[in-house]
């Protein structure tokens, strides 16, 4: 089943025109990973310190795979870019509704 995952970040206000050029290297890697459908991303029209990542993954297992290889191999240093813990929501469709 399709997974839907929201990753909600706040940039530090000196890193607003920093962060597009990074997001752009960290996201050609994410969209290439394994069971990635896609990922946009969604700029706050009145805060474009607040992002919103949204992916589409072709399973939890994938997901998981994805945040794991994040954790290690794959490690950023997109929280230099941080201005707190971003938070991570994840969701399936009802089919049922």
């Given at each position: 089943?399709?997974?839907?995952?929201?990753?909600?970040?706040?940039?530090?206000?000196?890193?607003?025109?920093?962060?597009?050029?990074?997001?752009?290297?960290i996201?050609?890697?994410?969209?290439?990973?394994?069971?990635?459908?896609g990922?946009?991303?969604?700029?706050?029209?009145?805060?474009?310190?607040h992002?919103?990542?949204?992916?589409?993954?072709?399973?939890?297992?994938a997901?998981?795979?994805?945040?794991?290889?994040r954790?290690?191999?794959?490690?950023?240093d997109?929280g230099?870019?941080?201005?707190?813990?971003?938070?991570?929501?994840?969701?399936?469709?009802?089919?049922?509704?």
């Amino acid at each position: 089943m399709t997974l839907i995952v929201l990753f909600d970040l706040r940039l530090k206000a000196e890193a607003v025109e920093a962060a597009p050029a990074m997001l752009r290297e960290i996201l050609t890697e994410t969209r290439a990973f394994e069971g990635c459908l896609g990922v946009d991303v969604l700029i706050d029209s009145k805060d474009p310190a607040h992002m919103i990542l949204f992916e589409r993954w072709a399973s939890a297992e994938a997901d998981a795979a994805y945040r794991a290889w994040r954790a290690g191999a794959g490690a950023t240093d997109l929280g230099s870019l941080l201005e707190g813990v971003p938070q991570l929501s994840q969701f399936e469709a009802a089919r049922e509704i």
